[in-house]
Every structure is written in C-alpha cells, then in structure tokens.
C-alpha cells in the first residue's frame, strides 16, 4: 500500500503499530532525511553567496537564508494542521512539492538576476523544511515509549547522507551552466525533492483519529509545564545559534580570503556532525536522560563558540562548524524527546508544531540578525552574542531539574 490508511494505520490494543511497518517508515523517512536535507544545505551553502551577487545592497546579502528561516516558522503550524485533519504523509506531499518549486524559483531567479525571486525561492525551500522536521516526530508514530527516542534518532541519522549529498551537490554542479554559476545547482535541488516526494508515498502511517482532530486539552496548559518550556527554549536555542552561526561562517570565510570550495568541504563535515551522532544518540537518551543529552550539546555548542574567538584560518572555520553540529545533534534532539513527554496522543500534532513554531520563529530572529551583525561588527561578535541564548536555555534546564526535584518531596510531605 503507498498510502494512509484503514488498513495501514490498523494496529493492536497499545496502539503500536506492525514491527514491519514500524521499521518500513523508520527506513523510508530516514531516506527522505538524507534527499531532503540536500535542500537546507544547498541553501546555507549559496545562498549569501548568491544574496551578495544580487541583492542590492551588501547588507541584505543573508536575507534570502533568513527568507529560508521565515518561510520554516510560517509553514510550520499550516503542516501541523494537513497533517491533523488528513494524515502526515499529506503535509509529507505538500512540502515535498515546495521544495521542487524552490529550486526552479532560484534557478530563474539566477538566470534572470532578481534577488527578490531568489528569496521566494528560499522561502519555499523553508516551507519544505518545515515539513522535513516533522519527520522525527512521525518515526514515533506508532512505537512503543521506549523506542521512541531511538526511531527519532534513526530518521535523523539519514542527515548524514545529506551531508555529504548537499556539499558534493553545489561543488560538482555549479559551475555546470556558465555564466550563471549555481543554476544547474538549484535545478538538481528541485530534482531531489522529487525524488524524496517518491521515497515517502511508501509511509504507511495511522490516520487521525477524532479524538486527534479535537485536539486535546488546551495548548496554553500544555505550554505552561516546565518541561515544555525547557524543551522549546532549549530546541530553540540549539537550533537558533547553529542557523545563526552557520548562516555567517560562509560569508566569514568569504570574507577572510578562503575559498568557496573551503566552506563547503566546512559545511559538509558539519552536517555530518550534525546528524552522524543520531545513530546513538537515541541510546544517550535512554540511558542518561534527556536532560543531561541536552546540556551536553550546549557545553558542545559553547565551545564552538570558543574556538572560533581563536582564529580565522580554515581549520578554526571547520572545528566550529563542527563542534556546532555536534551540539546542535545533542541539543536538539534531546529537547525532541522531552516534547514527546510532553503530550498526550491525541495532542501530538498540535503541541509539536507549537513547539517547532517557537523553535523556528526564534531561529528566524537569529537569522536576521546574523547577516547585519556580521557586515557590521565581524565574526568575533557574532560569536560572542551567541552565549547570551545559551546562558537562557541553561536557565531553562535548571528551573525544569528543580521542578522535577521538589515533586518527589512534595509527594513525602501529602503522605505524611
């Protein structure tokens, strides 16, 4: 069957569904992962790249990756609601179909020299993007408590490929098409989202119940746990400082004399880091907490950071990039899983596109203000802002651990 269903979301009195199927998605959505995450790369590799070249002032030269972060937060709670009322794999579609149109809008918008279609472009490549993050959440459908964290962490574990898939794209392809440098980039960008589109027809998922189409108990409720708001401040700020970071170190290398061929192998190593970790990351999960994965990844993401203040030479660009994807995989996917105890069944879809709104409407305020930052001031202040979120989400973790802490005493105090 290619298709949500009766028969495929028919599964037993704990809800689960088939082992087979179970790991069939897990196997397909990792797939679609890896194809997909060439679209975020090809537009963090290019896209100031091509900003610089079109836009009409230097200063707007990061815009069209901050459109890119826009349109993620915008079409983040319209997916939420297709996948609500019609099932995931209809927001998988949709989203599969943005990220074709993104890479034909760029590729016109390179032939034509329009920076402002660029940036409908990028827009819609965010659009798919924001779909791709649902990914992580749909593995956990249908699994068992405690395979969650580990189907989650599998699907991420296909970014790995779009780590090297994405970087290898822009190299070997944009040069194909003088003198419009990147277009045959953005052409093999629109043909991959295709084929990603392929991929995920095959995702055999539950369909919405009624009681998924209600919804559940209010969000505002929901939003109000401290565990909640740990897990979306911390999502937020894994997520916001490695766009943040990332979307200037291009421009930063650029800057300081390296080549373009330099900052893609830089970007390359980093998704892998970003991603590779996810094969046990999950296992970090279940053994240690979600909690002490996630502090894990901030000290990580800190010292990126740091390594960074040290120097502007090649190996100081790469060891940031990298440490910053490692950070981000632990951060970001430890703040996952404490959404996932977060909600109920039948709250899944809403209080996870709440949480990934908050993620990516954060993001998009980093994103703006990277570029200006950068032409302003230069990479060492980018670098030094990029502690403030963290000493935030640190904040977050504590206040969520001394919750934790006083509910069992508060329990021993009504028994006594």
């Known amino acids: 069957m290619t298709h949500d269903s009766p028969a495929a979301s028919a599964h037993d009195s704990a809800g689960l569904l088939p082992v087979e199927v179970q790991n069939g998605n897990i196997w397909r959505l990792a797939i679609a ?30 815009l069209p990756i901050s459109i890119f972060v826009v349109g993620m937060a915008a079409c983040i709670l319209p997916a939420g609601a297709i996948a609500r009322r019609h099932g995931r794999r209809a927001a998988f579609l949709a989203g599969t179909g943005a990220g074709v149109l993104a890479g034909l809008l760029a590729m016109c918008a390179v032939l034509l020299g329009w920076f402002w279609l660029f940036c409908l472009g990028t827009f819609f490549g965010g659009g798919y993007a924001a779909v791709v993050l649902s990914f992580r959440f749909a593995a956990a459908d249908g699994v068992a408590p405690g395979r969650r ?147 894990a990844g901030l000290v990580l993401t800190g010292l990126s950071a740091a390594i960074g203040l040290g120097g502007v030479d090649v190996a100081h660009f790469w060891a940031t990039l990298i440490l910053l994807g490692l950070g981000w995989n632990f951060g970001f996917l430890g703040a996952s899983t404490l959404v996932l105890e977060c909600h109920r069944p039948e709250e899944k879809t809403r209080v996870q596109s709440l949480n990934d709104f908050i993620v990516f409407g954060l993001m998009a305020v980093g994103s703006f203000s990277s570029g200006g930052l950068l032409a302003a001031y230069g990479w060492d202040v980018v670098l030094w802002v990029s502690f403030v979120p963290l000493a935030l989400a640190f904040a977050a973790l504590a206040v969520m651990a001394r919750r934790a802490d006083r509910k069992p005493a508060e329990r021993e105090s009504a028994a006594s």
């Open 149 to 295: 964290a580990r189907a989650l962490s599998l699907v991420m574990a296909g970014g790995v490929a779009a780590g090297v898939v994405g970087p290898q794209l822009v190299t070997y392809t944009m040069d194909l098409w003088p003198p419009h440098r990147f277009t045959a980039t953005f052409l093999m960008q629109a043909v991959v989202a295709a084929l990603s589109a392929l991929i995920l027809l095959g995702v055999r998922l539950p369909l919405p119940t009624t009681q998924e189409i209600a919804g559940g108990r209010p969000l505002g409720r929901i939003a109000r746990q401290p565990r909640f708001i740990a897990a979306a401040t911390c999502g937020a700020v894994s997520y916001l400082l490695m766009n943040f970071l990332m979307t200037a170190a291009p421009l930063a290398m650029h800057l300081c004399g390296h080549s373009q061929e330099s900052a893609n192998w830089g970007l390359q190593w980093h998704v892998i880091a970003m991603y590779g970790p996810s094969f046990f990351t999950g296992d970090l999960i279940a053994r240690w907490g979600a909690g002490r994965v996630v502090t």
């Open 33 to 62: 992962q890896a194809l997909a995450g060439a679209n975020a790369v090809v537009v963090y590799a290019t896209g100031a790249i091509v900003g610089d070249q079109l836009a009409p002032s230097p200063v707007l030269a990061t």
